[in-house]
Structure formats: C-alpha cells, structure tokens
C-alpha cells in the first residue's frame, strides 16, 4: 500500500466511491465502465482509464454539484472514453435519488460508502491505529433476510478492502439491516450507534467491538467525503 499525504485523502475516498459504485454497477450489466481512479501529481485524479481527470477541488465539486470541468487535454484527446465515463458518473448520481428502494441500488451506494471508509482505514493516521488489535478481519454488511451485500475486510497485512459479492467466508462481524429503507438511510446519512440496534433497525452479530468501529470511521467518513445531493 503506497503511503497518501493527508491532504489527499479525501479527495482519493471520494475517487474510490466512484469506483466501486461503477465496479458493483457493472456486476449487474457488463455496458458500465469500471471508472477505475489513478493518482497524479499536481494534486490531479484520474476518473476512469482515459479522458476524465480533475483536480482534486474539482472532483469534490463536481460530486458536490454535478458539474466540474474536467481537464481540457485529456477530454479531447479521448472523448469517447471521457464521454462513457461521465454517463456513468450521471447513472451512479441518481442511484442517490431513488425514491423506489432496488436491492441493486443499495448494492452500489454501500459499495461506494466501504471504498472510501477502505480508504480513511488504509491512510487515516489515527483511524490505523484504531484497528491495530483486529488482525485479518472480515465485515459483511446486508439486509435481514437476504445474503451479504457488500464487505470490509482487512489482510495479514493490515490492508483493507472490499467488495459486493459473497466471498462465502465465515465474518468477524455482520450487520443486518432491517429493511431496505432502513439500510438506504444508513449508507447515504449513517445510523444512531446506540438507537438503531436498541429498536431492531440493525442486528449485529460477532465482534462489536470491531463493528463499532468501523460505525466510528463510517461516521468520519460521511462527514468529509461528499456525496451527490439528491
């Protein structure tokens, strides 16, 4: 894992979400492009493998607002591929609004939300030190009733990752959510830590005190890493 100066984090979680959004997106129909992100100096992400890069300000207010120029250069020298990645970045804005509550759209929006806490995990000074006791660690996320959703997980090597589908791997920890409403509010506005397993709109089983910190990083994360506003 290369080391990320603190300035970029946010900016790389928010690249990161967008990734896995695309990557769950395209586990449900092979037309999505993988908008796989790639850090450059001058403080510039790349969206995607070719066409779409922004400063790192610029992708924050494109999330934020819907709309950033990209750069100029590499819009025009591969615009078919710049063009395919922002239909994406539109398709993966309006699973945020959806006001019919699909199974497929929880996936991507829970998959972006565990990319960018990946990402605070992985390069977060303090949130590092945090998971120092929870070696090779598996968190999977769903709703009651149904199989995993999305996962958290963290290598011998302290590395976290995750992903959609089922590795079919017994879990340190898993919360259920009860409902898909219940769940869709959790991954775009977070849940009470307290309330929410005391009422039954979570249920959490194995090591809670690794869920409850992974609630912690979710919380930080929510706050500095924006989301389309919908």
């Given at each position: ?19 896995g959004a695309s ?204 989301m389309p506003k919908?």
């Amino acid at each position: 894992m290369t080391s990320l100066s603190p300035e970029r984090i946010v900016p790389w979680a928010a690249a990161r979400s967008i990734f896995g959004a695309s990557d769950a997106m395209n586990g449900f129909s092979r037309k999505s492009p993988e908008l796989v992100p790639e850090l450059f100096s001058g403080g510039r992400i790349a969206i995607g493998r070719k066409g779409l890069v922004f400063k790192d300000r610029s992708l924050l207010r494109a999330i934020e607002t819907g709309f950033s120029m990209p750069e100029f250069f590499p819009l025009i020298k591969h615009p078919f591929s710049a063009f395919n990645a922002i239909v994406t970045l539109k398709k993966i804005s309006r699973c945020y609004g959806r006001h019919s509550l699909r199974e497929t759209d929880l996936v991507v929006l829970l998959r972006a939300g565990l990319e960018a806490l990946a990402v605070f995990a992985n390069h977060h000074p303090m949130v590092r030190d945090l998971f120092s006791g929870f070696p090779e660690e598996l968190v999977v996320f769903g709703v009651k009733g149904s199989s995993p959703l999305g996962w958290l997980r963290r290598s011998s090597e302290g590395d976290f990752s995750a992903g959609s589908s089922d590795l079919g791997k017994k879990p340190s920890v898993s919360l259920f959510f009860s409902s898909l409403d219940v769940a869709f509010d959790a991954v775009k506005h977070g849940i009470d830590p307290f309330g929410a397993p005391a009422t039954g709109e979570v249920e959490i089983r194995g090591k809670v005190h690794l869920m409850d910190i992974i609630g912690y990083v979710s919380r930080m994360t929510l706050r500095e890493v924006p989301m389309p506003k919908k």
